[in-house]
Structures are given as structure tokens and as C-alpha cells.
């Protein structure tokens, strides 16, 4: 006799089969995704494009469309965009030109070697402020005195300090990136809970090791945001001084364009500096996020 006399298979011993075949493709929904992907399926890049979209829309209507008094004489977006990609512009200057990129590649330079002389001034003297009170005491009054001084009045000291015309431009853009970065280097020391030191001196840790596991961790969040705040004044700055000393550069190409009544070459140049200054923002926003990846995932 058998202990089945209906015939009727059990289908008991099928189920941890059936439940692996359907677990697999839930953990694959259930998976974490990269912070791409997770911005991708978001509503931002439709809510980015369509920021964009509609401030074309409203240049269109403000300078081509209406032609208000105060845009009458400005390019429209088509007209730039035209001239912009061009591959025989009316003014010299598009995508497609050598001398374009030329513009391009010596602001990024002098860009880059101020902020990194801000960077490298900066940081250690914005820590070194937030972690010995003496040193702040005797530091802060002179460069507080100095911040709020506009960078074009550096201009003339500049010239007379600094011979050459390079040397000058990127002087005059290292002081506009050089106060932010110390700034908040030193915030970024004062904000840490004073109980972490008096711990850590408690346990008898040394200078040098509260300095690498106290001082450098806890201000590290900070320092990143100075730095892309700095990298925006150091665009900032670089164009005035360009302006006023450059030879080539985005902000020489702004006002020469000025000069000889070339509107779409100024928009074109200032789209520019945009899209330059956004990368390298970026790329300090993503160096910031990989050491201080406990940081974002906290937030």
C-alpha cells in the first residue's frame, strides 16, 4: 500500500524552488543604486530641463519677440546659439575656432594656479586659526581688515607689485579665492564639539595625533564647501582682472567684444565661464564626496 492513494503529487517540496525564482528579481528591484541612477529616475532632470527651457523661452520673448528697451540691443538666443556653433562665424569665434579654446584653456590655467595657491594658504592657515586660539587672536584683526577690500582695488598694487601681466591676473584671483577657503576652513574647526578634545587630551593623544583624527576629519566638510565656493570667486575675480590686464582669456574676450560691438561674442563668453566654472565646481563636489563619504551618507 502506498501512503498516496489519491495520486495527488505534493507540491510541499516545490516551494523553496518557487520562492528562489521569484526572491531573485525582488532583490535585484530591492538593490541600492548609484547616485546616478537614483538622480536619473527622479523628477530633477526634467525639472533641470525645464528650468532651462524656460529661461530660453523668456530671452526669446525679452529680445526677439518684445524687444523691450532695456534688451533691444541684446542678442537673442538663436542668434547666439548660431554664431556659438557656427563653423564660419561673423566674428571669429565659435566652438569650431582655434582661438576659442585658446580663451578657454589660459583662463583655466590661471584659474588653477590660484586656487591652488588659495588651497594650499588657505586650508592650513583657516585650521590652524580654528585650532589655536592664540594664533587666531593674533592673525584675525589684519586679515578681517583686509577681506572686505574689493579685488579692483588690488589692482593698481597689483600692477606695481607684480610686473608681469600673468602674474598679476592670477595675484588678483588668488585674493578672491583665498579668503573663502580660509574662512571656512576655520568654521569648519570651530564647529566641532569641544568634548572631543578634551577627551582625546584626557587620554594623553598628542598634537600631531589630535590634529589627524580630531582637527583634519571634523573640518573636512566644511573645507570642500569653501572650496567650491572659492572656485566661484576665483571665476569671478579672474574676469575683472582679465578685463583689466588679460591679453587672451573669457573675461579679455568679454570686453574686447565690448569694444567692438560684438553682443553675441559676450554671450557666448559668458555662457562659457557658466559651464567651465559648473565642471569645476563639480569635480571638487565629487573629489569632497569620496573622502568624506561618511558624511554623505549621513546626510
Known amino acids: 500500500m502506498t501512503d498516496n492513494p489519491s495520486g495527488i503529487i505534493p507540491a510541499v517540496e516545490s516551494l523553496p524552488l518557487a520562492e528562489a525564482a521569484t526572491a531573485e528579481p525582488q532583490a535585484a528591484a530591492h ?32 529680445t526677439t519677440v518684445l524687444r ?7 542678442p537673442g538666443p538663436l542668434e547666439t546659439v548660431g554664431e556659438w556653433f557656427s563653423r564660419n562665424p561673423t566674428y571669429g569665434i565659435s566652438v569650431f575656432t582655434v582661438e576659442y ?23 592650513p592657515l583657516g585650521l590652524l586659526m580654528g585650532w589655536k586660539k592664540t594664533f587666531c587672536d593674533y592673525t584675525f584683526p589684519v586679515l578681517e581688515l583686509l577681506r572686505p577690500i574689493p ?76 572650496l567650491q565656493i572659492s572656485m566661484g570667486y576665483a571665476w569671478f575675480s579672474l574676469v575683472a582682472g582679465e578685463m583689466l590686464a588679460g591679453e587672451f582669456g573669457l573675461g579679455y574676450l568679454i570686453w574686447d567684444s565690448y569694444i567692438l560691438v560684438q553682443y553675441p561674442v559676450i554671450i557666448i563668453a559668458m555662457f562659457t565661464l557658466g559651464v ?24
Open 31 to 62: 538593490r541600492p543604486r548609484g547616485p546616478l541612477a537614483k538622480w536619473l529616475t527622479s523628477p530633477a532632470p526634467w525639472l533641470n530641463v525645464s528650468g532651462i527651457l524656460g529661461f530660453l523661452l523668456l530671452w526669446h520673448l525679452l
Open 151 to 226: 579685488m579692483l582695488a588690488w589692482v593698481p598694487l597689483a600692477i606695481l607689485m607684480w610686473p608681469g601681466r600673468e602674474t598679476s591676473i592670477v595675484f588678483l584671483t588668488f585674493l578672491g579665492s583665498f579668503f573663502a577657503t580660509l574662512l571656512n576652513s576655520w568654521l569648519g574647526v570651530k564647529s566641532i564639539d569641544r568634548s572631543y578634545f578634551r577627551a582625546a587630551a584626557s587620554l594623553g593623544a598628542s598634537e600631531s595625533l589630535l590634529f589627524r583624527k580630531i582637527v583634519w576629519p571634523g573640518a573636512m566638510p566644511f573645507v570642500f564647501t569653501g
Open 101 to 123: 579654446y585658446q580663451h578657454i584653456g589660459l583662463s583655466c590655467l590661471r584659474v588653477f594656479l590660484a586656487f591652488l595657491l588659495a588651497t594650499a594658504l588657505g586650508v
Open 68 to 74: 523691450l528697451p532695456l534688451f533691444d540691443k541684446l
Open 276 to 299: 567651465v566654472g559648473s565642471l569645476s565646481s563639480l569635480i571638487i563636489r565629487l573629489v569632497g564626496n569620496l573622502l568624506i563619504k561618511w558624511k554623505v551618507k549621513e546626510a
